[in-house]
């Protein structure tokens, strides 16, 4: 049995800096990964372009995250956004900010930052095995004592879970980490595929396709559930929509349909115009030109396809002026671009999710260590734990400082 100060489990975000962190320490460092190759999901992230963080302050980053955001404090504290920023520029990577708000590396490229990540670790001589998956903890009574793979087992003190969540299953997410968790008396909570897209009951959605509809306000149209709400640019889709909005949004949509069936929606596709300003808005318009097709009046606020949708979802006929349509038609089709009634009732599952909503939950972890408060020695971090924020950062930003806490091990 080969012995370690540390055996960090998973290669993403978390794992990686973990190892780093531990190791800069002078620790004896293993990171074990069960793909081929080290850093596979965080490839994938923000589409290649790797998002890193945001330049929230840490109050308004945390409260991105709902009511367990608090739990972040002292990894936020230890590691914010310039310290991540630092961090990556000690390594050799430049990051920018092209919008103000997202941090990107220069190049835009993931494969940048997995670079610079692994060779650190392969210069503080962080032992990297891949192509073993951990099967089980080793432990006795209260404190762990290493890891078990089909093969081998390792002896360590100190383990650190960073197994990520269910997302993205073609590159290994399988949930190892709650199964571990759970060997030693952890509760992991229901698990909801997340940031991705959804499917509606309308099918009318799948003639809209070619556009982009920006600043779209969506709420959920249920009593208990009217307070969750989301805004950003919308895309529809063959079967349903997606786009930042519905990435974020589908967050808090999945658990729901987990309890409905359906989950209805509302959303503004008027950039926030209410009846009111619609009503003026369109009397404007006829007043500038007399000569205005319902269809043609519409799009002066909605793409066209989405216009005629419109039109035959209010029975107006698009040729028509719009005050030569009927009384009732008009006032269906105010409403529609108020608020656009949408029914979500599916999912492609955690195929298609890029993160997990749900995981360990957070009471069983000391948020200033990473530390279980059930097993001496071991450790979580990034998002195998019950925590997970919208697009634009928050989620790597999360698993960099909690990898980082976690690699200290509770001397910080």
Request: hydrophobic share 40%.
């Amino acid at each position: 049995m080969q012995n370690y100060d540390v055996i960090v489990i998973g290669s993403g975000a978390a794992g990686m800096i973990a190892a780093i962190t531990a190791a800069r320490r002078g620790k004896k460092v293993l990171l074990l990964e069960k793909l081929s190759k080290i850093g596979a999901k965080l490839k994938a992230t923000g589409g290649g372009r790797c998002n890193l963080t945001n330049t929230l302050s840490n109050e308004a980053f945390m409260a991105r995250f709902g009511r367990e955001g608090r739990f972040m404090t002292p990894a936020l504290r230890a590691l914010d956004y310039k310290a991540l920023i630092a961090f990556f520029e000690e390594i050799g990577v430049e990051s920018h900010f092209p919008d103000g708000f997202r941090v990107f590396p220069k190049t835009h490229s993931s494969q940048t930052i997995i670079n610079a990540l692994e060779a650190e670790l392969l210069r503080l001589s962080v032992t990297i095995i891949c192509s073993q998956k951990a099967e089980a903890l080793l432990y006795d009574e209260a404190h762990v004592r290493g890891v078990e793979t089909a093969s081998n087992s390792y002896r360590s003190d100190n383990v650190i879970i960073a197994t990520g969540g269910l997302g993205y299953p073609m590159l290994g997410a399988e949930g190892d980490g709650f199964e571990l968790a759970k060997s030693v008396g952890h509760k992991v909570t229901s698990l909801h595929p997340a940031m991705m897209p959804l499917k509606t009951k309308e099918s009318w959605v799948g003639n809209c396709r070619a556009d982009t509809i920006p600043k779209v306000e969506m709420f959920v149209n249920l009593p208990k559930y009217k307070k969750l709400k989301a805004k950003g640019d919308l895309i529809f889709t063959k079967n349903g929509i997606r786009g930042p909005v519905v990435l974020d949004f589908s967050r808090e949509i999945t658990p729901l349909l987990s309890k409905y069936d359906e989950v209805p929606l509302l959303m503004n596709l008027t950039k926030g115009m209410n009846e009111e300003q619609i009503r003026a808005h369109i009397k404007d318009e006829i007043f500038k030109n007399q000569d205005h097709t319902t269809l043609t009046l519409l799009q002066t606020l909605l793409p066209e396809a989405l216009s005629l949708e419109f039109c035959k979802l209010a029975d107006a006929d698009p040729e028509l002026g719009f005050n030569k349509q009927s009384g009732p038609s008009r006032d269906k089709l105010v409403k529609l671009l108020a608020w656009t009634p949408l029914t979500v009732n599916g999912h492609e599952g955690f195929k298609m999710a890029m993160i997990t909503r749900g995981g360990v939950t957070l009471k069983e972890i000391v948020p200033e260590t990473m530390e279980s408060k059930k097993m001496k020695g071991l450790y979580f971090c990034g998002e195998v734990m019950n925590l997970d924020g919208p697009c634009g950062g928050y989620n790597l930003q999360w698993s960099f400082a909690s990898g980082y806490v976690a690699g200290h091990l509770s001397e910080l």
